[in-house]
């Protein structure tokens, strides 16, 4: 009898949370989002998220504020969702990096596959192989040679320990068989600023924060890191192209929600991303700065992850990276 009367029990307060969930699903969102942007501001990932906030908000009904939370190659800002409340609310910024640090750290602070849940690939960034004017190479062969002949003597910049710039660079480094030295900062905006002062030589920026750099002859980039040569710089080669072949190193942003956020919650936030990137101005913007739009469903971007993760997992233990 006490046995029937607890399964009861349970079974009714599993029915209320259900309901209670659905209740809340259906009010949403009743007060501001928060997007957790876990880089600097003024890097790729905190510009795309900026453009389209004001559109979000417009089509949420409610204030979406960009938050930036650096640190620990984008850990510390995910952590700071995973461990929110799964109400929808607190939204977070996922990118290369969500597929590299469970095998570059060697421990982390949550678990990216069981503790976030997909919502969607907001866009894909290509990054550029950029020096500064000062640096004797107009090519990437002509780099990958004074690398060879000097030894460390290059220093290249990068959002941080296991961000997309660092990955990518000791990628490359280790392709081409070169010795380069790593100088971490705090996001995409401050690697930039250091590379055109020329505290640094070398940066695998994104085509978002150099851009301008480029136009102004601040920067000299020398490939793209995808395996296709990007619109906004069509005379650029790609790495791959341009004498290391098989290159390719992609970033990417996409956004993200604690587990166990109610399934309605995460398909109003993803109809609202659709429609905000489906807007001329916004397109427009966005794509004008290096980075292609996305937008796919929760499911698809939850099989790029999974890929994601195997990819720089094989990558990280091949170059030999490890942060403890």
């Not at 510390?76 to 929110?84: F, R």
């Not at 949550?110 to 866009?123: H, N, T």
């Not at 990518?168 to 480094?173: D, G, L, V």
């Not at 996001?187 to 930039?192: D, E, K, N, S």
Request: hydrophobic content about 45%; proline content about 7%.
């Amino acid at each position: 009898m006490h046995l029937s009367l607890r399964c009861s029990l349970l079974a009714l307060l599993s029915l209320s949370s259900v309901y209670a969930a659905s209740v809340a699903a259906q009010g949403y969102p009743a007060k501001p989002i928060r997007i957790i942007v876990p880089y600097a501001p003024g890097g790729s990932t905190d510009v795309v998220f900026r453009i389209l906030a004001p559109r979000l908000t417009e089509f949420l009904g409610q204030q979406v504020l960009v938050e930036n939370r650096p640190g620990a190659a984008s850990t510390i800002g995910l952590d700071l969702v995973a461990k929110s409340a799964p109400d929808g609310y607190t939204v977070g910024v996922a990118n290369i990096a969500y597929g590299a640090n469970p095998t570059l750290y060697k421990k982390m602070p949550f678990d990216a596959e069981k503790d976030l849940v997909p919502v969607s690939l907001v866009s894909i960034v290509t990054m550029v192989l950029s020096v500064h004017p000062s640096v004797p190479a107009r090519s990437v062969k002509q780099l990958i040679a004074l690398a060879r002949a000097k030894p460390e003597s290059l220093v290249y910049g990068s959002a941080g320990n296991g961000s997309a710039n660092h990955l990518a660079t000791a990628r490359f480094a280790h392709m081409t068989g070169t010795k380069l030295v790593h100088v971490p900062y705090k996001g995409g905006g401050p690697a930039v600023v250091s590379i055109v002062s020329g505290e640094t030589a070398v940066l695998f920026a994104t085509i978002p924060s150099a851009i301008q750099h480029f136009k102004s002859g601040r920067l000299v980039p020398l490939g793209v890191s995808r395996a296709q040569r990007n619109s906004a710089l069509p005379d650029i080669p790609t790495v791959a192209e341009a004498g290391v072949p098989g290159y390719e190193a992609i970033e990417w942003n996409g956004m993200m929600v604690p587990t166990g956020t109610p399934a309605a919650v995460i398909n109003r936030l993803h109809q609202a991303l659709v429609k905000a990137t489906a807007i001329p101005e916004v397109k427009e913007r966005i794509t004008g700065l290096g980075a292609d739009l996305v937008g796919n469903s929760p499911a698809e971007f939850g099989a790029f992850l999974k890929n994601e993760l195997a990819t720089w997992s094989k990558v990280v233990k091949e170059v030999g990276m490890r942060i403890d």
